[in-house]
């Protein structure tokens, strides 16, 4: 009796868990060389290792949607390409997008300086809090 009071599976949600693939590239030939931009998409998710649902599920696509993407009949929006991207751990296919225009993707700061930038700051409101101190400790001691 008590199981009749349990929800059946069919109404309950799908648990959406997500994993970010490895950073993983391709030679710019390779990307170059996809006719279409469903063909650079796929490359970009078959290089990923993952699963199509993994994709589409943390991007919020539908399924049918993720489909014609992949058939070249869709594109993907372009606020999601930054998260599709990090996603899929590649720049494939903005770069081919990049190509159709005669351009190539330059990236701007790498990885190595943004965490400079950022250690500058930290460093620099430590010395503002420092020098701060500084001035109380020497106002109390006259």
């Not at 078959?46 to 058939?71: C, P, Q, T, V, W």
């Not at 590649?90 to 351009?103: D, H």
């Amino acid at each position: 009796m008590a199981s009749k009071a349990l929800f059946p599976v069919a109404d309950q949600g799908e648990l959406t868990l997500s994993r970010r693939a490895e950073p993983n590239d391709m030679p710019i030939e390779m990307v170059r060389r996809q006719k279409t931009a469903g063909a650079a998409f796929t490359l970009a998710c078959s290089s990923s290792g993952l699963e199509d649902k993994e994709i589409y599920l943390a991007l919020g696509l539908d399924a049918g949607y993720f489909s014609r993407m992949k058939k070249g009949d869709a594109t993907l929006q372009a606020d999601q390409v930054a998260a599709f991207c990090e996603l899929v751990g590649n720049r494939i296919y903005p770069e081919w997008l990049a190509y159709q225009l005669g351009c190539t993707l330059v990236q701007i700061k790498s990885d190595a300086e943004r965490e400079r930038d950022a250690e500058r700051e930290r460093r620099q409101e430590a010395e503002k809090k420092v020098e701060l101190l500084m001035q109380l400790l020497q106002g109390r001691a006259a």
